[in-house]
């Protein structure tokens, strides 16, 4: 498999949790995070674009985010989460796996759905 892009478009899904800003310790309650693209790596890993805004409101009305942060998914938690042969035997979208695998990295363990 080679590399490719699938961009994200409409409002499939979203997280809702606190976040402090990069470089400050300033927390901003009930942000909304989206997947923004992910991406594929020759079949062994998966990149994520996420993309932090203070609201969906701010989202939806096309104001600039707040942060923006990468996730690259290999090893273990490729083949638990995202691999091809997973996805198959779930019957499971990529997108939804990535909300999912995300979820189970500390920085989102509070996050809900949104």
């Avoid at 104001?63 to 923006?68: A, Y």
């Amino acid at each position: 498999m080679g590399n490719y892009n699938l961009s994200i478009k409409g409002n499939i899904m979203a997280l809702k949790l606190d976040y402090t800003l990069p470089g400050s310790t300033t927390t901003v309650p009930d942000v909304y995070f989206r997947i923004d693209s992910t991406s594929y790596t020759n079949g062994n890993s998966v990149g994520i674009k996420g993309v932090y805004f203070g609201s969906q409101s701010d989202r939806e009305n096309f104001k600039r985010p707040i942060g923006r942060k990468d996730f690259t998914v290999s090893g273990d938690d490729y083949d638990t989460y995202l691999s091809d042969d997973v996805l198959q035997v779930l019957g499971a979208s990529l997108l939804i796996n990535c909300y999912t695998y995300l979820k189970t990295l500390p920085e989102f363990s509070t996050a809900t759905d949104a």
